[in-house]
């Protein structure tokens, strides 16, 4: 089974410090990707990443950065945090086209909550 | 840019009835669609796919319906159970790209004992 695995389930950060949010997969995939959840809004794409040391911003990329320095991580930096970064962020690998599928999978999900 | 939406974002289903979740898509360059079931306290899990050159495609109690010509698919569950209680997402990709997949806001499915 593919696994995902994010560093932490709940995170707590004052504004203005910076935060580091590691997602560690264990299938060789080429691509991952850094989401933000919010209600009402679904899924939003803030980095991914197609190769090591490679990455593309998503839709929602200010304040945001990413790091793949590894295959198998990929980290998400707030770097100054502010608490309109409240949210549940998630991340996900998938295998690139003519691999064993294209679909994502996904880690439980880290909610941070910027005070 | 792509955008996926959901037509109705909470769906209250009698148990053992069928379930159909709607979504429409806007990029006509989206050519593999993807469906997710996110519990509460979970990460989306990957239910089902479709791709364009495909109209139809079934699995385990599930099935997708796509209709390229109105940019529209759908999720129908049979015999909804309990367990399919959760927020559904449909999702949009260029196979072709860096597989970048935009997602709808999700419509919440309540299914009643």
């Known amino acids: 089974d593919v696994k995902v695995t994010q560093s932490s389930r709940y995170l707590v950060k004052r504004t203005g410090e910076k935060v580091f949010l590691e997602c560690v997969q264990d299938?060789?995939?080429?691509?991952m990707f850094w989401y933000r959840q919010d209600p009402g809004l679904g899924l939003r794409l803030i980095y991914f990443?197609?190769?090591?040391?490679?990455?593309e911003k998503g839709d929602i990329p200010e304040g945001y950065s990413v790091s793949r320095e590894k295959k198998e991580r990929f980290s998400l930096i707030l770097e100054s945090a502010s608490t309109n970064q409240t949210s549940m962020y998630l991340c996900?690998?998938?295998?690139?086209?003519?691999?064993?599928?294209?679909?994502?999978?996904f880690g439980q999900g880290t909610r941070l909550t910027v005070v | 840019g792509e955008s996926v939406g959901l037509h109705l974002p909470t769906l209250s289903v009698q148990e053992g009835d069928n379930s159909i979740i709607n979504c429409a898509y806007s990029?006509?360059?989206?050519?593999?669609f993807i469906w997710y079931k996110q519990e509460s306290g979970k990460g989306p899990q990957f239910i089902i796919d479709i791709r364009s050159n495909m109209d139809k495609r079934q699995g385990q109690r599930v099935t997708v319906l796509l209709n390229k010509t109105v940019k529209h698919l759908s999720l129908q569950i049979a015999a909804t159970q309990p367990g399919d209680s959760a927020v559904y997402f449909c999702?949009?990709?260029?196979?072709?790209?860096?597989?970048?997949?935009?997602f709808g806001i999700g419509t919440k499915l309540q299914v009643i004992p």
């Open positions: 996900a690998s998938s295998a690139p086209r003519g691999g064993i599928g294209t679909e994502a999978f």
């Open positions: 990443s197609y190769d090591v040391k490679m990455k």
């Open positions: 990029n006509s360059a989206s050519d593999y």
């Open positions: 999702a949009g990709a260029n196979s072709g790209g860096y597989q970048k997949v935009t």
């Open positions: 299938m060789d995939h080429e691509n």
